[in-house]
């Protein structure tokens, strides 16, 4: 990719050795027509910078609540939430659009690609975004991400596979401390899927970045560090 630096890479939230993600009794619930219904009741967690977690549970046990609070997309109503060593319990919209910018990289299972960018052009978004563009280091992920040759194509022009590495690589470039993805593989057949996964297990760990994982399937779950079950909004066990 022929692109210079901007600047050199930095780190939005320090000190590095602290945990990317500490989450300390949150509790979130939503009003419904037959009342309060509490969806994540005193729920903990910690995980600590190049290791994984899978976060499973059935539909309706708050593992997508959990991890859009993750993304400051949304509050808890009590409890404490540290990204890289910094509290983000009570910061503003603007403390936490800067936190998704730098600190936190998210990947879904709608690529959400912008379809009007080339695919070099995406994955350098959210790297300029945070300016930590890295010429080398995209170098480096277009072809551990086997995109070499694709990156004058247009999103539309790529298969789903395709699409998710770019989403995956657009993610990575910014150098986050946290990535936060949620069921990442849905959209694909099972062996594109691993494919995927094994991608970014291995990048995520060599990039000493953390990774949760939402996922409804126990197969891809087993292959993080560790797993924690969400039922009725609360924790049983962690693997």
Known sequence: MAETHEKPAHSACAPTHSPALEMHELRKGFDSVEGR????????LVLA?????????????GKSTLLHIAAG???????RVMIAGQDMTAANDAALAEMRRGAVGLIFQQFNLIPSLTVG???AFQARLAGRHDTGFADTLVARLGLDGLLHRYPEQLSGGQQQRVAIGRCLAARPALVLA???????????????????LELTAEAGAALLLVTHSPRLAERCDRRLHLRKGQIEGDA
């Open 121 to 123: 052009a995406n994955l």
């Open 182 to 200: 949620d069921e990442p593989t849905g959209n694909l057949d099972e062996a594109t899927g691993d494919a995927v996964l094994s991608l970014m």
């Open 73 to 79: 997309l949304e509050r808890a109503d009590a409890g």
């Open 37 to 44: 219904v509490e969806v994540l009741r005193g729920v903990s």
């Open 49 to 61: 910078r190049g290791t994984s977690m899978a976060l499973t549970g059935e539909s309706g046990s």
